[in-house]
């Protein structure tokens, strides 16, 4: 069992930048895959973006390409979505999320567990 605690979240004009932190206790992240979904109102859910266990390859979505950077620390149990140039369009629920890939996709899930979420708004 991963229990999993998101900051960071906040009111930012387009354009400025949010660091957003997970927090994990109950076991260590080295072992899943960690990423960032997001939800907007009345929007289905998307995986912003992934983590490999070595923090050696990444994955995100193609509206965030470029601007988004996802990390971790496995030793200090956090990983990390660095958000620069927001839009309007980013504005959601951002949740952190451990997986242990069934499949062979390596970021294709499932994610079994998450945050509480923390809210993104990104004002025009």
């Known amino acids: 069992q991963v229990q999993l605690v998101e900051s960071g979240g906040g009111l930012v004009q387009a354009g400025g930048s949010l660091r957003l932190s997970c927090a994990a206790s109950?076991?260590?992240?080295?072992?899943?895959?960690m990423g960032w979904f997001r939800q907007a109102p009345g929007k289905e859910r998307e995986l912003v973006g992934a983590i490999s266990w070595s923090g050696g390859t990444t994955y995100y979505t193609d509206s965030v390409k470029g601007r988004f950077t996802i990390s971790r620390d496995n030793a200090e149990n956090t990983v990390y979505l660095q958000m620069n140039n927001l839009k309007p369009e980013d504005t959601a629920d951002y949740y952190c999320v451990a997986s242990t890939p069934d499949g062979s996709n390596w970021y294709g899930g499932p994610y079994d567990y998450w945050g509480q979420g923390t809210q993104v708004t990104v004002s025009s």
């Open positions: 109950g076991r260590t992240i080295r072992g899943y895959v």
